[in-house]
């Protein structure tokens, strides 16, 4: 596994920094929500299965976790193939505040699909925390207003922390790139 990569662009001691530094900003934004029993917390799965459990373990908050399981990059894509095989959205969130916390933001599909979601769901408010951001997504219009991002990164295609290639390299502990070959599968 570690032969595949080509660069690693975050290290593990620069995550968990950023990770701490999101959960004292969401922290003192999420509080009053929290506090009114309000607060439901929205993994994306399976991307940001390991960003959701170091963040929420920074937000000494009172919420319940609710995974959602989107997929827009099946097998061995690095576009997005658009949203697929979104779950149904769980119930009672009519008038909930929702963290929706997702690995990377790139097209912005996936997120603005959840957001509509939401919206039809009821919820009063969205707030966003992903931790990587796409160039492609800072040059794309984006109607997303309430939004945390880790890092801004180029637009390559990465892994590790949660992000895969074909459903591998999620548990590298950096965030990194691969090797040409491997994505091309030459
Ligand atoms: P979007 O819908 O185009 O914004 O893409 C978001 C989803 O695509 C993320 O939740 C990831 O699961 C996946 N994705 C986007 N870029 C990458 C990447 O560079 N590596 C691995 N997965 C990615
Ligand atoms: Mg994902």
Do not use: W
């Not at 576009?79 to 979104?86: E, N």
């Not at 009519?94 to 996936?110: A, H, K, M, Q």
């Not at 637009?155 to 992000?163: I, Q, R």
């Amino acid at each position: 596994m570690q032969g595949d990569i080509d660069r690693i662009l975050i290290d593990r001691d620069s995550i968990a920094e950023r990770v701490e530094q999101l959960g004292a900003a969401l922290v003192a934004d999420l509080a009053p929500a929290a506090d009114a029993g309000n607060l439901v917390v929205m993994p994306v799965m399976t991307g940001s299965l390991f960003f959701a459990a170091d963040l929420v373990r920074h937000l000494p908050l009172s919420f319940r976790i609710l995974p959602v399981t989107v997929q827009s990059y099946p097998g061995r894509q690095v576009k997005s193939q658009g949203v697929q095989g979104a779950d149904e959205l769980p119930e009672g969130l009519d008038g909930r505040t929702v963290l929706l916390i997702d690995d990377i933001f790139d097209s912005g599909g996936t997120i603005d699909y959840l957001i509509q979601g939401l919206n039809n769901a009821g919820v009063a408010r969205v707030v966003v925390c992903v931790l990587l951001r796409k160039e492609i997504a800072r040059v794309i219009e984006c109607p997303i207003e309430e939004r945390y991002v880790g890092f801004d990164i180029p637009d390559a295609f990465v892994v590790g922390y949660g992000l895969d290639f074909d459903g591998l390299y999620r548990n590298l502990p950096d965030i990194a790139t691969l090797r040409e070959e491997i994505i091309s599968g030459h």
